[in-house]
Each structure stands twice: as structure tokens, then as C-alpha cells.
């Protein structure tokens, strides 16, 4: 699991949003509470939370 702490002041990161990535991917971004900093995490999307719009599943 990656380093959840900011590389600039080391306190901790805090989940800020979660954005698309490539295809089956998202990025988690994380932020520093202290100074600001912002660290992106790709990942693997959760196979059972549906990440396209319902009026294109059949």
C-alpha cells in the first residue's frame, strides 16, 4: 500500500476526491491538511459500483 503521508510536512493525507482514469481505473486524490499538498493514488475501480451513466445500459 503506498505512503498516506505528505511528502512535504508529513501529516497525514486526507481523501479529496476520487477521479476517472484510464478504463477499470479511478484516481484517488489525497490532501494534505496542513500545507495543502496534493498526492494522486491510481487504483482499480471497484468492479461492483457502476461508473457509467444508467441511460447507457440496456
Known amino acids: 500500500m503506498a505512503d498516506r503521508s505528505c511528502p512535504k510536512c508529513t501529516s497525514a493525507l486526507f481523501l479529496q476526491r476520487i477521479e476517472p ?4 481505473y479511478v484516481n ?3 490532501e494534505c491538511r496542513q500545507c495543502g499538498t496534493e498526492k ?4 482499480r475501480a471497484n ?3 457502476q461508473t457509467w451513466p444508467r441511460d ?3
Do not use: C, H, L
Open 21 to 24: 482514469g484510464m478504463k477499470g
Open 28 to 30: 484517488r486524490v489525497f
Open 40 to 43: 494522486t493514488f491510481p487504483g
Open 47 to 49: 468492479p461492483g459500483i
Open 56 to 58: 447507457e445500459v440496456a
